[in-house]
C-alpha cells in the first residue's frame, strides 16, 4: 500500500505562493485559515530559501497521541484525517504539531476556538455525502485519482506529493543531478563521497 507524503524541495521553491492559492480555491477554507504556507528561511541573507509547509501526515503523528476525543484516523495510505464532528476545538493538536498544521478559525472567550481545521491532502473526511465533505473538509481528490492541487499547481515542481518512495526517487535523482558527490548526505562528515552518489542513481 502506497504511503502518501508531502516534500518540498527548497532549491526550486521561489515562493510564488501559488501553492497557497490552489489549497485555498480547491477547498473554500474560511477567511483566516491558511492549510498551506510558504515560509522562508534566513530571510535577507545569501542562504535565504523557501518551503512550503502544511500538514505533513506524520507516521507518528503527535496530534493524534494528544487528541482527548480521538477525532483524528490514519487511511491505509498514511494520509491523517480528522473528524470535525468529535472536535472540541481544545488546540491540543496545535501546541503538539512541529508544524503549526493545526488552524482555529476564531478565539473567544474561554479559550473556545471553533472546529481545527488542516490540510487533508485533498482525501477529504467522514461525511454521509458529498456535499458534507465538501462543505466540512474541501475536496476529495485522492478519490478521484488526483494529487493535491497544490503540488499540480506547483510552476517549478518544488512541492512533491504522492508515494514516498516515488517522491525520495524524484528527489535522490535531483540531488545527484546537482552535482552533490555525496548525494542527499552532503552535511555528513561520516559519509563516504566514492559511494553514494552512484548507489543513489542506481536505485533511483
Wanted: glycine share 8%; aromatic share 6%; proline share 4%.
Amino acid at each position: 500500500m502506497a504511503q502518501m507524503k508531502f516534500m518540498c524541495d527548497a532549491e526550486r521553491c521561489i515562493e510564488c505562493n501559488g501553492c497557497v492559492t490552489a489549497c485555498k480555491n480547491a477547498n473554500e477554507v474560511p477567511w483566516g485559515i491558511q492549510r498551506r504556507r510558504v515560509v522562508t528561511l534566513n530571510d535577507g541573507e545569501a542562504s535565504e530559501m523557501s518551503i512550503s509547509v502544511a500538514c505533513m501526515h506524520c507516521d507518528d503523528a503527535p496530534c493524534m497521541a494528544v487528541c482527548p476525543t480521538d477525532c483524528f484516523h490514519k487511511t491505509d495510505d498514511g494520509i491523517v484525517l480528522h473528524d470535525k464532528d468529535l472536535c472540541i476545538g481544545c488546540g491540543y493538536c496545535l501546541y503538539a504539531c512541529p508544524f503549526g498544521a493545526p488552524q482555529f478559525p476564531q478565539t473567544s472567550a474561554f479559550g473556545e476556538r471553533g472546529k481545527m481545521d488542516k490540510c487533508t491532502f485533498c482525501a477529504g473526511g467522514p461525511a454521509e455525502s458529498k456535499e458534507e465533505e465538501y462543505e466540512k473538509y474541501g475536496a476529495n481528490r485522492i478519490a478521484e485519482g488526483k494529487l493535491p492541487l497544490c503540488a499540480e499547481m506547483c510552476s517549478t515542481k518544488a512541492l512533491l506529493a504522492g508515494d514516498a518512495q516515488d517522491v525520495a526517487d524524484i528527489f535522490r535523482q535531483r540531488v545527484v543531478q546537482r552535482g552533490h558527490k555525496d548525494g542527499a548526505w552532503s552535511n555528513n562528515p561520516q559519509a563516504s563521497t566514492d559511494n553514494l552518489a552512484y548507489d543513489a542513481a542506481q536505485k533511483g
